[in-house]
Nanobody
Framework: VQLQASGGGLVQAGGSLRLACAAS????????IGWLRQAPGKEREFVAS????????AYADSVKGRFTITGDNARNTVYLQMNSLEYEDTAVYYC????????????WGQGTQVTVSS
């Protein structure tokens, strides 16, 4: 297993969830771990990313101020803390890994469902 995503579930609007992405093998050697999501009938979209070297982060405008991405080197795990969840955040969330200056996500986790009830 290269990337193992966990932590999805059902939550009411305004609630919180924390997703985790554990990296191993070749995926662990990638410089950047990100979260992307895909809602029914929509294209997959970028949510947030974390760079192991320096800890820099990036967020989609739609989640800024509500989501926080962090990394734990000791556990080879990246977390996505999602607060003030909205109905529009409902999607399958995927963690992915890429090289530092690449735009292509090379490794993908299996996806975890996040459902926000209004």
């Amino acid at each position: 297993v290269q990337l193992q995503a966990s932590g999805g579930g059902l939550v009411q609007a305004g609630g919180s969830l924390r997703l985790a992405c554990a990296a191993s093998g070749q995926a662990f050697s990638m410089s950047v771990i990100g979260w992307l999501r895909q809602a029914p009938g929509k294209e997959r979209e970028f949510v947030a990313s974390f760079a192991w070297n320096g800890g820099s982060t990036a967020y989609a405008d739609s989640v800024k101020g509500r989501f926080t991405i962090t990394g734990d080197n000791a556990r080879n795990t990246v977390y996505l803390q999602m607060n003030s969840l909205e109905y529009e955040d409902t999607a399958v969330y995927y963690c992915a890994a890429r090289r530092r200056f690449s735009v292509r996500w090379e490794y993908w986790g299996q996806g975890t469902q996040v459902t926000v009830s209004s």
